[in-house]
């Protein structure tokens, strides 16, 4: 089944300490990207990677890190979490960039840093 | 600054009525504009993808337009059902960046019985 897959679902942890979520995608796709979603302020985002070795900030990047190191992985790493960083976070993919092939998204990842 | 902004911004109907969403955008040059369902805590998921030639496409009881003179889209549903029930959100692209789109705050339908 083409999916993309981000872990874990559910996430506390304490502030400063470390945590990376992976996401995943079995459709080779070249570009993939990472949103939060925060009540009321919709889907902004943080990262995005137009192939392997390339990624670019979002619109929301500070705090966060990627890397791009395989075509199939994306994972988003939070080096110092804060309580500001709560909120609920979305991977997706797509065939290219541009938006007109769709993208398709991962299931969620639910961040609470305490 | 490119925009996108849907309304209503909450909406509720009862089951088996027709309702229509707005999404209107200042995105600049338009590459396409997308219609994404998204349950409660899920992950956003595909309605319609609209190019700058195309007027109207559906999706079963899902009907999209666009409008590129104006910048505007409308999706409409028809028949709704309790299932309908979710945020729907405009997406537009620009020609002149691949990575970045535009997202709306999305539009909440609740469906009632």
């Known amino acids: 089944e083409a999916q993309v897959t981000q872990n874990p679902r559910y996430l506390i942890t304490v502030t400063g300490k470390k945590l990376t979520v992976t996401c995943s995608q079995n459709?080779?796709?070249?570009?993939m990207s990472w949103y939060r979603q925060d009540p009321g302020l919709g889907l902004r985002q943080i990262y995005y990677s137009m192939n392997v070795e390339v990624t670019d900030k979002g619109d929301v990047p500070e705090g966060y890190k990627v890397s791009r190191k395989e075509k199939r992985n994306f994972p988003l790493i939070l080096e110092s979490p804060s309580p500001n960083q709560t909120s609920l976070y979305f991977c997706a993919s797509s065939f290219r960039g541009f938006g007109g092939y769709g993208y398709t998204f991962g299931s969620g990842t639910r961040l609470t840093v305490v | 600054k490119n925009q996108v902004e849907q309304s209503p911004q909450s909406l509720i109907i009862l089951e088996g009525k027709n309702c229509t969403l707005q999404?209107?955008?200042?995105?600049?040059?338009?590459?396409?504009l997308r219609w994404y369902k998204q349950d409660t805590g899920r992950g956003p998921v595909s309605l319609t993808i609209?190019?700058?030639?195309?007027n109207t496409k559906s999706n079963g009881r899902y009907t999209a337009t666009l409008d590129a003179d104006t910048k505007q889209s409308s999706l409409h549903i028809t028949a709704s059902q309790l299932s309908d029930s979710a945020s729907y959100i405009c997406?537009?692209?620009?020609?002149?960046?691949?990575?970045?789109?535009?997202f709306g705050d999305g539009t909440t339908l609740t469906v009632k019985p």
């Open positions: 459709m080779n796709h070249e570009y």
């Open positions: 609209m190019t700058f030639s195309e």
């Open positions: 997406v537009v692209s620009a020609n002149t960046n691949a990575g970045k789109s535009t």
């Open positions: 999404c209107n955008y200042t995105v600049s040059p338009f590459s396409n």
